[in-house]
Every structure is written in structure tokens, then in C-alpha cells.
């Protein structure tokens, strides 16, 4: 959420931030807000001036009375007083309420570098790390070598659950746990403390996390209760401290969030309906920091650098993009994507997205940062994924794929594999 303050003082900052963004739905919400707000400054004065004189009037009945004076009509004015002042105080909560909703549907300023854009095929190229192939053989479809080795069952999967999930068996059940260990062993060795967050959230909470706008449609309700499947440990992770003040002295705080992620994948793209890429439920590895505002843009290299050294490890060819005004969401000031390279359809997929959220997400929760000797000031929140466990299966099954469709373990995952080196077709 922006801050009120930056819309009455600098609006035309917001407004070109809005611009960039190309979004002319936005800008009729700012407008309106600024008209709302004008509107309840000055309704403000009227019930500050009401109650001021609601004091004046009972200090000249007090001293009619004392003098003797008839104090009668001065009397029937004050009667009237407070009932003004009540509806003028219903009025002022529904203006807030408008302004807060329209307030919280803004979306962040971005960062200076973010690139114009529409859509993702506007995304600006970083670096690339890793030699993209072809194969000089066919790679089969991730999906058909991962029944093949003995490693999922997609058709008892969606006679148990529907379309798009999947159930992983034996050996890639493994290998998604050495990827969860892997991914959680490197953010441990760097500081990071794990958790393991509720899969469930309150709606408030939610609110807080997101604009409900751009993940509602493929948020799982549970019917009869105030609460969503998480799309991601991210939004747990960053509701842990709502209504919180963090002492300055305990930032940075680095999580690793472990957990389940539900989503619909309704959109363009669809569900990958015998695959591992667009599903209902997938494993992650999240990372999450709270820390300064000074700190943010640091911090957010450094978890890239995270993700950048897992993929390493794992010697999967991938790219870096800056993402564009038009791709970037409501929340993010700025954010990276991490793309892996697909031999199968020779091109980059998205794996990780990495976003620097600066003080958008925590003045939504309200947590604030407690200073010495200062006032309390809202803190930055950063996230990145660092492993989508179903992602990277389906790029490992193809880049370690051999030509009779067996595929080689990679050596960073072999200490987690129970000596298993080499996935075998049944």
C-alpha cells in the first residue's frame, strides 16, 4: 500500500508511476482518491469545528448560568450538536473505508530500472549462465520419462484429485525432497531460519500480503471459513509480523519458508495435464526478508544470488530478466525472473521470480521498524523463490535425460539420494 501522504503531497509521482505501468484503471482509482480525500479533509474541519463549538457553547451556558442569564436557545443549540457531530463522524468512517480500498488497490512505485514493457516478451535480458543445447538426440517429455523410471503416476493421480496434479513415487519422490534439502541447507548456511508456515490463511491477513485482485482467481477457498489455501510460503512468511514494530537491531530477519503451494493456474497457459510444470500443488522453497529501507536493493541481489547458485550447483543452464512495467504485478518495486533452459522445447522457462516489495507490502500488514531516538518507520520485505520443486524436476528429467531415456542424478543432489546415482526405465 502506498502511503497517503506521498498521494497529498507528490501526486503527480504516483500518476507517472501509473503511466509507466500502462494501466488506465489505476489512474481513474487515483483520481477518485484524491477527490475522496479532499472530500474528507474537509468534512474533517466541519466536525472539528462542531466540536469546537460544541465546547464553546457549554462554557457560555456554564457561565450564563452562573450570571443568571437565560441561557435557553444557546441551550437548544448545543442539544443539536452532537447528533451532528455523530453523523458527521459515520460520514467520515465511510469515506475512509472508500479511500482505504481504493488506497490499497494502488499498486507500488516502481524502481527506476524497471524497463517499459507490455508484456513478458518485453522482459530485458540480465545475463545468461550456461551453455543452451540441442540434444543430438530427441528428448522425450518430461512427463512420459518421469512413468517411465517408475517416478509418478499422473492417471491414479487425477482419478483421485482431477486434472492437473500429479503423485510422485520412488525415486523422484527422493529426489524432490534432495532438492528441498539442498535449496534449505545453502539459506541455512547463510542464515536463514526455516519455516514451516501454516498452509491456511484469513482473509485479513491475506489483504495484507496481496492486492486479492491478482491471486484470488487461483486461490483455493475453503467453504464455510475465513480462510485460503496459501499460493505460496511467501505470504504467510510475510504476515508473520502484521501489527508488529521490529526493533531496527533485530533486521535482518531471513526465513526460509517450507511448504505446500495451492493454486488453480487459471489463465492463458492453462494446466499441464500429464506434466509437472502448470499444477495445482507443488512443492517450495521460499525465501523472505524483513530488513531497513537502505538495505532493500542489496538484500534483493543477494537473494538472486541465492537462486543463482542453486542452479549452479545443480549445472542447469538458466538466465536472468528484468522484469517490465507490464509483467511486473501490483506489489513488486522490482523483480527479477530466473528462466531455466528446456532443450526439449530450446527455450527459457520461468523458475524463479524475485521481487523487491520495499515498504508497499509492510505498510499494508502494518509492521513497522522501532529506531533509536526516532519515530517508528515502515520496513522493506523482499522474496524470491529459491527452488518450485516441480519446475526443476521437469528441467533436471530433460537436461540429464540420456538417449534411452534414463537420466543421470546431479551430483549436488546425490548426497540426499540414498546412493542413487542413476534413475533407471522400469
Request: charged share 30%; proline share 4%.
Amino acid at each position: 500500500m502506498l502511503d497517503i501522504n506521498l498521494i497529498r503531497d507528490d501526486p503527480a509521482r504516483v500518476k507517472e508511476n501509473i503511466h509507466r505501468r500502462g494501466d488506465a484503471a489505476h489512474l481513474k482509482r487515483l483520481n477518485e482518491l484524491v477527490d475522496l480525500d479532499a472530500l474528507w479533509k474537509q468534512k474533517k474541519k466541519e466536525v472539528e469545528a462542531l466540536r469546537a463549538r460544541r465546547n464553546k457553547l457549554s462554557d457560555e451556558i456554564k457561565v450564563g448560568k452562573k450570571d443568571g442569564r437565560d441561557v435557553s436557545a444557546v441551550f437548544e443549540e448545543a442539544k443539536r450538536i452532537p447528533q451532528l457531530i455523530k453523523a458527521g463522524d459515520e460520514g467520515l468512517a465511510s469515506l475512509r473505508e472508500r479511500g482505504d480500498k481504493l488506497l490499497l488497490s494502488l499498486p507500488n512505485l516502481l524502481d527506476d530500472s524497471v524497463p517499459f514493457g507490455k508484456s513478458s516478451e518485453d522482459n530485458v535480458e540480465v545475463r545468461r549462465v550456461g551453455e543452451p543445447y540441442v540434444p543430438a538426440f530427441s528428448i522425450r517429455h518430461h512427463g512420459e520419462i518421469a512413468v517411465a523410471l517408475g517416478g509418478a503416476d499422473f492417471e491414479r493421480a487425477v482419478k483421485v484429485s482431477g486434472a492437473g496434479f500429479y503423485a510422485l513415487k520412488g525415486p523422484l519422490v527422493l529426489m524432490d525432497l534432495a532438492l528441498q534439502r539442498l535449496a534449505l541447507d545453502i539459506l541455512v548456511e547463510r542464515g536463514f531460519t526455516p519455516v514451516a508456515p501454516p498452509f491456511l490463511m484469513r482473509r485479513r491477513p491475506y489483504e495484507g500480503v496481496t492486492d486479492l485482485a491478482d491471486f484470488e482467481n487461483v486461490m483455493y477457498k475453503i467453504e464455510g471459513d475465513d480462510l485460503y489455501l496459501i499460493a505460496t510460503s511467501e505470504h504467510p512468511m510475510a504476515a508473520f509480523h502484521m501489527d508488529e514494530v521490529i526493533s531496527e537491531d533485530a533486521l535482518p530477519i531471513k526465513y526460509a519458508g517450507v511448504s505446500a503451494c495451492f493454486r488453480k493456474e487459471i489463465g492463458k497457459h492453462g494446466l499441464d495435464e500429464r506434466g509437472l510444470f502448470r499444477v495445482h500443488q507443488f512443492n517450495k522453497i521460499e525465501q523472505f526478508i524483513f530488513c531497513k529501507p537502505q538495505d532493500s536493493p542489496a538484500f534483493h541481489e543477494e537473494l538472486l544470488r541465492n537462486s543463482e547458485d542453486l542452479l549452479q550447483k545443480l549445472k542447469i543452464p538458466y538466465r536472468v530478466v528484468n522484469v517490465c512495467t507490464g509483467d511486473i504485478g501490483t506489489v513488486a518495486a522490482k523483480k527479477y525472473d530466473v528462466e531455466g533452459w528446456s532443450p526439449r522445447e530450446q527455450k527459457y522457462i520461468e523458475l524463479m521470480s524475485c521481487s523487491n516489495c520495499t515498504d508497499y507490502q509492510a505498510r499494508r500488514l502494518n509492521i513497522r521498524m522501532g529506531r533509536h531516538g526516532a519515530s517508528k518507520e515502515t520496513l522493506h520485505t523482499l522474496n524470491n523463490t529459491m527452488i518450485a520443486t516441480a519446475r526443476a524436476l521437469r528441467i533436471i528429467l530433460e537436461v540429464y535425460q540420456k538417449e534411452d531415456g534414463s537420466v543421470t542424478v546431479p551430483d549436488a543432489l546425490r548426497p540426499y539420494m540414498n546412493g542413487i546415482k542413476h534413475l533407471e526405465l522400469k
